[in-house]
């Protein structure tokens, strides 16, 4: 297998006596999809914010195409994106404004010709010059999609991209999403909490309770090693366990 | 540095101020009132006979300083809160931009809103009072340059406790600069103060400014001595406090804060 593209090595954090994330060590390859799963505070949150330098570790190292987040900051989140349901950006600014300050952040080339082509890509043209305040939230997470994907990023942590959005909208995300990283090799690292979507998206999954890796590898083996009929059975099971004392 | 990355962010605010009310505002109708105040306070002053040395040059002079110090220390700390209510910073802290070019940034954001303010208050003193501010001559520069450095102090000071206590903190960008308001002595002499507020008022760099500019009005030279004063204490705290700017962001970071600032 390749060199992988992120290296986490045991990643711990702790908020005072509370620990969040425990002692996680993963990779993700180049072109892969890995899907984290876990309950509401298992740590996936706190794992894709430490991933992009908004939170420092407690201990332990995080390594991005061969170098060290916490000494190379910037060369690595060039090359870094992310997007979540529970983000904003600023509401003043038209869709196609935000999308240019989100261009001149990361220095991307051919500015116009970028914003133009994610907004068609997205079918996002109807809604260019509309103030973000004034979109409803299937508009929003496509703006935050948008923004994620027009840096051309190497690395994309999606944080629940689809919670709280109608069916239509999510099946369209996850086709865009998925033809997108076929098309440009993108390595994803991918939250949520449905079951059948995190089957369908993932080529690996990692489930997260009380911080710790519980369990680890395709949707298929986990199900199997769990002897439950599904991934969602199998939540419920990780899921209600009490924390090892 | 990257030029591009600050340039971007500069970007985010101009867009924002070229379609908001509230923010045209702040710029012209608060800074107007308050010259229409201290114009008729400084007119019923001359009309009732207080003997004061350049009455009108005194207080509006003094307003109109007063007012850069106010608005340079306003783009820092407002901008940062502009951030903090669009739920924008950690888009902002996850890209490439550092800490160091968000605050160059900001900067210059203070720096356009002040020679706005300031170029509108000189354009209105002189149309309704026919007061002629650029009659203080080139040593008008270094006070306004070293009243911004102070705005700036001020400024990245109240954004490092807004980011370290959240959304309760932030009438501190609006009240926090008033605290140094009595120290710096801007509408009257520093001698007023008690002797241990006068001590106090040294170490403030605007009061230097304040009490230089009343030497310009009185005796007609420039007081090198405050000027000097000014700039080294300025100098000294912009590095102090952007310091513990970076300090404060690295605390959040670990405490997990900075992700939460807004909520």
Not at chain 2, 110 to 120: G, Q, R
Request: proline share 3%; net charge neutral; hydrophobic share 50%.
């Amino acid at each position: 297998m390749s060199n992988p593209i992120v290296q986490v090595r045991n990643l711990t954090k702790r908020f005072g006596d509370f620990t969040a994330v425990d002692n996680i060590s993963f990779d993700i390859h180049k072109g892969e999809i890995l899907g984290l799963l876990g309950p509401n505070g298992a740590g996936k949150t706190t794992t894709i914010h430490m991933l992009l330098g908004l939170i420092t570790p407690s201990s332990g190292t995080i390594h991005m195409f061969g170098l060290d987040l916490a000494q190379h900051r910037e060369t690595i989140l060039q090359q870094v994106n992310f997007s979540s349901t529970y983000i904003s950006m600023p509401f003043s600014l038209t869709v196609e404004e935000n999308l240019k300050v989100v261009a001149r952040l990361y220095s991307v080339k051919n500015m116009q010709q970028q914003v133009d082509s994610i907004i068609e890509k997205l079918e996002m043209e109807d809604i260019r010059t509309r103030l973000t305040r004034k979109l409803s939230s299937g508009q929003m997470s496509r703006l935050t999609l948008a923004k994620a994907l027009m840096t051309e990023p190497k690395v994309l942590f999606l944080d629940e991209p689809t919670a709280s959005l109608d069916p239509d909208i999510v099946d369209k995300i996850k086709a865009f999403l998925k033809e997108y990283q076929r098309n440009a090799g993108l390595s994803i690292l991918y939250t949520s909490h449905n079951m059948r979507e995190m089957e369908e998206m993932s080529n690996r999954i990692i489930f997260l309770q009380h911080g710790q890796i519980v369990a680890e590898g395709t949707a298929d083996q986990i199900v199997q090693r769990y002897a439950q009929r599904d991934l969602e059975e199998v939540f419920l099971k990780l899921a209600r366990e009490p924390k090892a004392q | 540095m990257n030029v591009g990355r600050i340039g971007g962010l500069l970007s985010r605010h101009l867009y924002l101020y070229q379609r908001s009310f509230a923010r045209m505002l702040e710029i012209f109708y608060w800074p107007f009132l308050d010259l229409v105040v201290w114009g008729f306070i400084t007119m019923y002053l001359k009309d009732a006979g207080v003997s004061l040395h350049g009455a009108v040059a005194f207080f509006l002079g003094a307003l109109i300083l007063w007012d850069v110090l106010f608005r340079a220390q306003q783009g820092v700390a407002v901008s940062f809160l502009e951030e903090m209510w669009s739920r924008n910073l950690m888009n902002l802290f996850a890209s490439p931009l550092t800490v160091g070019e968000y605050l160059v940034s900001t900067m210059i954001m203070s720096i356009l809103k002040v020679t706005a303010v300031a170029s509108l208050m000189m354009v209105f003193a002189w149309v309704f009072y026919s007061y002629d501010m650029l009659k203080i001559g080139f040593s008008l520069l270094p006070f306004i340059l070293n009243l911004v450095l102070s705005g700036w102090i001020i400024g990245v000071l109240t954004t490092s406790i807004i980011m370290r206590f959240g959304q309760q903190a932030e009438v501190l960008a609006w009240g926090m600069v008033f605290l140094f308001q009595p120290i710096s002595c801007v509408f009257y002499p520093l001698e007023v103060l008690p002797s241990w507020l006068q001590s106090i008022a040294w170490m403030v760099p605007p009061a230097h400014i304040f009490e230089g500019m009343r030497a310009v009005l009185v005796d007609g030279i420039l007081p090198v001595t405050h000027i000097i004063w000014a700039t080294g204490l300025n100098l000294f705290f912009l590095v102090a406090i952007v310091a513990w700017f970076y300090h404060t962001f690295n605390v959040c970071k670990e405490k997990g804060m900075l992700v939460r600032v807004g909520e």
